[in-house]
């Protein structure tokens, strides 16, 4: 996808109050999306190591928290789309097609490519929300004015921050950057745990316990501040009425219009 950069502007109103829904209609579909979670939990739990590390700096660690992230959703492009899901995106993008495979392609592409840049902007919270059904799952990608929720972790990076604190204090800011990281640190191993446990092995899980799950998070950054957050997320059982059989774009949902409310009340969703 970096490859994209150089040309892609972004359009933000292929996300806007949208979210992609995808059938899981046997044991083989749930098995590669518990994977892709595994990934995700995994990527968050090599960067809660890699926070642990005062020889490596926070945005080495948000690189490959990213990068770990991003095979999975060119994965899931490849599946839907394509090899050729760039060129799809671009051509949605372009308003050359206007079809469900180009809205799909452009949707994964528009937020990936804007997440790609979270550790880089300063004021813009990526708050994706991932929900299980009984016969499917959605993901909701989501950005917002500002870099933190009430509830966030927050945590300093010495390489952001341009202040000049003089000898006297540049030890102790540094000392208490560190710290703030491995309190960090700590949050990451046990929010990935959540992630585990909402979306658990179909081959070792009862259905019933694993028909619904569902995590919201939100990362951003103002300055030399980071801040991160993750929480269960209820599924509404009464979202849908009717199974799919392919891909689609849906609306965004009322757990996105509930978290909202509770996490980015105080941002302006721009999505």
């Known amino acids: 996808m970096d490859g994209e950069q150089d040309r892609f502007n972004g359009d933000t109103k292929v996300l806007h109050q949208r979210a992609v829904r995808i059938p899981l209609p046997d044991r083989e579909a749930e098995r590669v999306f518990h994977e892709n979670m595994m990934n995700v939990a995994a990527a968050r739990e090599q960067k809660a190591a890699l926070f642990a590390n005062s020889d490596v700096s926070v945005l080495d660690a948000y690189e490959a928290e990213r ?13 839907i789309v394509g090899e050729n899901y760039e060129e799809v995106a671009m051509a949605y993008h372009r308003g050359e097609r206007d079809d469900r495979i180009g809205a799909l392609a452009a949707y994964y592409f528009e937020g990936a490519w804007r997440a790609q840049q979270q550790a880089t902007i300063t004021d813009m919270l990526y708050s994706p929300l991932i929900l299980r059904y009984p016969d499917s799952f959605t993901l909701n990608m989501r950005f917002a004015s500002g870099y933190t929720t009430a509830k966030s972790i927050r945590y300093e990076s010495p390489a952001h921050c341009s202040e000049d604190f003089g000898d006297e ?4 800011y540094y000392e208490e950057s560190l710290y703030s990281q491995k309190q960090a640190a700590d949050y990451l191993s046990e929010t990935a745990e959540i992630i585990r446990e909402e979306f658990p092995d179909p081959d070792e899980t009862p259905f019933a316990e694993r028909k619904y799950g569902g995590v919201v998070s939100a990362g951003g950054r103002r300055g030399s501040v980071f801040s991160t957050l993750l929480e269960r997320v209820e599924p509404d059982p009464d979202r849908f009425s009717e199974s799919i059989d392919e891909p689609t774009l849906v609306e965004a949902g009322p757990e996105a219009r509930r978290t909202e409310r509770e996490f980015l009340r105080d941002c302006e969703v721009v999505h």
């Open 67 to 79: 990068d770990r992230i991003e095979g999975c959703f060119e994965r899931r492009l490849r599946r």
């Open 169 to 172: 204090y540049t030890e102790t």
